[in-house]
């Protein structure tokens, strides 16, 4: 894949975010950053806005897309999905295996990330602190742990036996499970899970890209 032309990645250092740099990583994809400050409010720019309309990262363009044309794509979810299919890795061929790591990704673009970002809002950013809020949004998140935690004692990984698109998923937000108000120590499956994907070389790469898009330790020089 060494000539193929750099993927465009539109991306701020979040779990989101994180989500496709890590599986660029993992794939061998050649790739490009364009950061979006989302603190700035980059991403409600009209030129943002025509590749994610929904004005959120991520959001790619991939040039050598289906047919050999480009492609736009936003939300993480669906941006995991092409590569899984653009690459052959990470997202099962068989349908049986791909059915359960479908589950598994979407209970966490429709659970664990919203509810845990707004767990993150209404006790970290929040200006004013609603103990309804906060409870609710906590409580919810530690039964979403609960879930994760009784599927990966019976397995290694969330989809069963292999490492795949739904683990990259939900790898950013159970990395930040203190932020979330969360009690590791009762979730020792997700412990275990939690070390064994940070462990992982191509991870620690994509975690590495900041904000101006370059990894950690880079130079102009």
């Not at 990470?90 to 479908?102: I, K, S, T």
């Not at 412990?191 to 900041?210: C, D, E, F, M, N």
Request: glycine content about 10%; some cysteine; proline content about 8%.
């Amino acid at each position: 894949m060494s000539d193929a032309k750099p993927i465009e990645v539109f991306y701020w250092p979040t779990p989101n975010g994180w989500k496709i740099t890590i599986m660029l990583e993992e794939c061998g994809l050649p790739y490009v950053v364009r950061p979006i400050h989302i603190g700035k409010g980059e991403q409600l720019t009209p030129d943002f806005l025509a590749i994610s309309p929904n004005n959120k990262i991520p959001a790619i363009i991939d040039p050598d897309g289906p047919d050999g044309a480009p492609i736009t794509i936003f939300e993480s979810g669906a941006i995991l999905r092409y590569f899984g299919e653009k690459t052959g890795l990470f997202y099962p061929r068989d349908l049986r295996a791909r059915v359960a790591v479908d589950e598994w990704l979407f209970w966490q673009v429709s659970g664990l990330g919203p509810m845990a970002g707004q767990a993150h809002h209404f006790r970290i950013y929040a200006p004013e602190k609603i103990p309804y809020a906060i409870d609710r949004f906590t409580a919810e998140v530690e039964r979403l742990y609960g879930v994760m935690d009784r599927r990966l004692s019976a397995h290694p990984y969330l989809a069963g036996e292999d490492y795949t698109i739904a683990d990259i998923a939900c790898f950013g937000w159970v990395k930040l499970w203190d932020r979330q108000g969360i009690d590791l120590a009762r979730f020792p499956a997700i412990g275990r899970w939690l070390a064994a994907i940070k462990a992982r070389p191509a991870v620690q790469r994509g975690l590495a890209v900041g904000s101006d898009g370059r990894k950690r330790g880079e130079s102009d020089g």
